[in-house]
């Protein structure tokens, strides 16, 4: 009888210096089951193991959505999957938990976290679909739902992956797609667009001051930009002038966050999202929503102050929640979070 040659070790690529830089080279923290003592070191710096992600507001959000056991929740915007596991023990026994999210790489890994963390398919309903289509989960959720959650920010898995072309930190293709195998990459789209409409696309949707001056740049360029290195040297030299670095870097975040506010048309979603959330409550429902840029936080606070004057909902928060300073501080990432809450009434929706 022959035995098969074991495969031959392949040794892990070196990096420079004493510790990895680039998300490749992260193995101990894409690995945080078998390294979890490292993982632990670089959560007590303050900062985000690559490849994960650190839910925001998670105390916060229990007791604004208070689950009991035998009721029905929605996390409509699954990601890492932290938030579900905060809250669907609550729901147990008897309850169910559904959870959506849009992302086709990421909904796959974090369904697996789930699954060998203990949870059932008949207790934890994931879905791949836009939370903006939560509706059409009623007719498996018995009509409606007891507590909602929408947690609207890009999770670290999407910012921190270079192939996913989310940050001008890494360099990697100008993507900035939530589902990379729907529509078309950021790149795309500075082509499509004259130097014009996309100063008004970046004024709108990030209120960045030099949207002029990064637009006729960019559109001054003689070759595509399909890079995010490319798109962050276009920026920086669109701010020759404007050499401060602190704020050159503002403007980095705030172009980048409005290219893929426009790709993955967030805007559009998150009102729609808004507008069929009353029907998909019960009566005396609570829905958290916790939104990360001014644009998205407008958008809830207006809707909810409507809905609460035409009697919709019972109860709304009267300002923004923020991450309590020592979460800020162990977790910088959480710094931007502004977290509402609303409580359906026990009256019809129109």
């Given amino acids: 009888m022959t035995t098969e040659a074991p495969p031959p070790h392949v040794r892990r690529k070196r990096y420079r210096g004493t510790h990895p830089r680039k998300f490749e080279e992260k193995y101990k923290e894409?690995?945080?089951?078998?390294?979890?003592?490292?993982?632990?070191?670089?959560i007590a710096r303050g900062q985000t193991p690559a490849g994960?992600?650190?839910?925001?507001?998670?105390?916060?959000?229990?007791?604004?959505?208070?689950?009991?056991?035998?009721?029905?929740?929605?996390?409509?915007?699954?990601?890492?999957g932290g938030h579900t596991q905060a809250i669907l023990p609550r729901l147990l026994p008897g309850g169910r938990l559904f959870a959506v999210d849009v992302d086709a790489i990421e909904l796959p890994r974090t369904e697996m976290r789930l699954r060998n963390a203990g949870f059932s398919e008949n207790e934890l309903i994931i879905r791949e679909m836009n939370f903006s289509q939560i509706d059409e989960l009623l007719p498996d959720a018995g009509g409606g739902f007891d507590c909602i959650l929408a947690d609207l920010g890009v999770s670290s898995?999407?910012?921190?992956?270079?192939?996913?072309?989310?940050?001008?930190?890494?360099?990697?293709?100008?993507?900035?797609?939530l589902n990379p195998l729907r529509s078309a990459p950021a790149s795309a789209?500075?082509?499509?667009?004259?130097?014009?409409?996309?100063?008004?696309?970046?004024?709108?949707?990030?209120?960045?001051?030099?949207?002029e001056l990064i637009a006729q740049e960019i559109k001054k360029s003689k070759s595509p930009i399909v890079t995010t290195r490319q798109l962050a040297d276009t920026i920086r030299t669109a701010l020759k002038d404007?050499?401060?670095?602190?704020?050159?870097?503002?403007?980095?975040?705030?172009?980048?966050?409005?290219?893929?506010?426009?790709?993955n048309d967030e805007f559009a979603v998150l009102d729609r999202f808004l507008n069929v959330l009353p029907a998909c409550m019960k009566p005396n429902a609570r829905v958290a929503v916790l939104?990360?840029?001014?644009?998205?936080?407008?958008r809830v606070e207006q809707v909810f102050e409507k809905s609460f004057r035409s009697g919709?909902?019972?109860?709304?928060?009267p300002e923004p929640m923020r991450p309590s300073p020592e979460e800020q501080r162990s977790n910088t990432r959480s710094a931007p979070a502004r977290l509402r809450w609303a409580i359906r009434s026990s009256l019809p929706v129109d």
Avoid: W
């Fill in 52 to 80: 994960m992600h650190r839910s925001i507001c998670v105390d916060e959000i229990l007791a604004i959505l208070n689950p009991q056991p035998g009721e029905t929740a929605l996390d409509a915007t699954l990601g890492f």
């Fill in 242 to 263: 404007f050499p401060d670095a602190k704020k050159q870097k503002r403007t980095l975040a705030r172009t980048f966050m409005a290219l893929r506010i426009a790709v």
């Fill in 312 to 317: 919709i909902y019972s109860s709304v928060a």
């Fill in 291 to 298: 939104t990360f840029h001014s644009g998205e936080d407008r």
């Fill in 30 to 42: 894409l690995n945080p089951q078998k390294f979890a003592t490292d993982v632990e070191k670089v």
């Fill in 189 to 211: 789209l500075l082509q499509s667009m004259t130097a014009q409409e996309l100063a008004a696309l970046l004024t709108n949707n990030a209120d960045e001051l030099h949207a």
């Fill in 157 to 177: 898995m999407q910012l921190d992956n270079p192939a996913r072309g989310f940050s001008y930190k890494n360099d990697g293709p100008l993507d900035l797609r």
